[in-house]
């Protein structure tokens, strides 16, 4: 009779009608940007959720009603413990940082935190996994849009972030051949929206085109997907998504001007005048690297980021739509939450006359984001 019930639950989970009560999720990263959409999507779908964050991740965006356990995704103990009585288990955290005065602290986290997390789900017995990886590990497709069809070379990739990514999602598709892991991987785009609170690398373009510092473009592109209609496809390739098979999660292919051009309409201000040619840029990111080792602080240009600007990073879910019944809204609603969150956190006030609030932008480790 448990047997049967049992097979039920399985039944009705995979054509998305959750049972809960014994559905445990252990999702990590929930601390961040993505991470934090993923677990509300699940909370709000009637699983119980548990995440693992580090000491020094901020709580901000971490629901009162989760279990939270603390630890590393390189401390072996502490991703045991957190996996122990789990069914299911989502990856999101990642060092999403295109430049780092160590770019070992980015394969650290990234790619060991990977192995050990899924080598000890293995271990666990997990019953299903969603692992987060990026569009970073997709060849991008000169004069169109790239699909799952196209994974990227290790040595092709540029820079640490979008190296490591490529490598750790050959791990896991290495482990779903040869071990048997029970994993659906999802390759986010570009997320915008709400919680972004370190901010990710495309926030950080958010905010400062939203306090009129980017009078200046270069000539590229991307993909633009709420975080949140990310989120709705963790929770479809759960429940639909087959082992071992990769699914783009994306929304509208934009060009950065467009974008910013959005975004100055949206906070009334100029849009951006001056086209930079990405060759002209360099010396920029040069200094601005250069600076940072000084500073401490993560360059806004850097070099590995403008040599993947040479490509409009343009990308087709058609496959995720298809098989997921994945879909997204119009981007410029990402944007419109994301500049929401922003102002209501207080990073849109001029840091000259910025009163310092502690709950308004919490400080974070540099790996405490998620991909994207």
């Not at 993505?34 to 901020?58: D, H, M, W």
């Not at 975080?227 to 929304?251: F, M, N, P, Q, T």
């Not at 292919?253 to 949206?266: E, F, K, P, Y």
Request: glycine share 8%; net charge positive.
């Amino acid at each position: 009779m448990i047997m049967d019930r049992r097979r039920q639950a399985r039944a009705e989970i995979l054509h998305g009608c959750w049972m809960g009560g014994f559905d445990l999720i252990l999702i990590t990263g929930a601390s961040g940007f993505v991470g934090s959409a993923v677990a509300k999507a699940f909370r709000e779908a009637g699983l119980q959720v548990r995440v693992l964050i580090r000491a020094s991740s901020p709580r901000i965006n971490i629901d009162p009603s989760d279990t939270v356990v603390v630890g590393d995704i390189c401390d072996r103990d502490a991703v045991a413990a957190a996996l122990r009585g789990v069914r299911y288990l989502v990856h999101t955290a990642a060092d999403y940082r295109l430049w780092a005065p160590s770019p070992a602290e980015i394969f650290r986290t990234n790619v060991e935190g990977t192995r050990i997390l899924m080598e000890e789900a293995l271990q666990a017995g997990v019953e299903r996994i969603v692992y987060t990886s990026s569009v970073a590990t997709i060849e991008p497709c000169t004069g169109g849009s790239s699909d799952e069809s196209r994974p990227l070379s290790e040595d092709r990739a540029i820079g640490p972030y979008k190296k490591s990514k490529v490598i750790a999602e050959r791990l896991v598709e290495g482990m779903v051949r040869r071990s048997g892991l029970p994993a659906v991987i999802v390759n986010p785009s570009t997320p915008i929206g709400p919680r972004d609170v370190r901010p990710t690398p495309t926030g950080r373009i958010v905010v400062e085109a939203a306090r009129g510092r980017m009078p200046g473009f270069v000539d590229t592109g991307l993909n633009l997907v709420h975080v949140d209609d990310v989120a709705a496809g963790h929770l479809a390739a759960l429940r639909k998504g087959v082992i071992g098979e990769r699914y783009i999660l994306g929304g509208e292919n934009v060009s950065l001007l467009t974008m910013l051009a959005d975004i100055a309409h949206l906070t009334g201000r100029r849009p951006p005048w001056l086209r930079v040619p990405v060759v002209a840029a360099y010396p920029v990111a040069v200094a601005a690297e250069l600076w940072s080792h000084v500073s401490g602080r993560e360059p806004f240009a850097t070099r590995d980021a403008l040599r993947m600007a040479r490509h409009h990073m343009f990308f087709n879910d058609a496959k995720a739509r298809r098989d997921l019944a994945y879909s997204a809204r119009p981007y410029r609603e990402g944007i419109a939450d994301a500049i929401a969150w922003f102002q209501d956190a207080g990073y849109l006030v001029d840091r000259r006359s910025r009163v310092k609030n502690p709950n308004s932008r919490p400080t974070s480790h540099p790996a405490d984001v998620s991909a994207r």
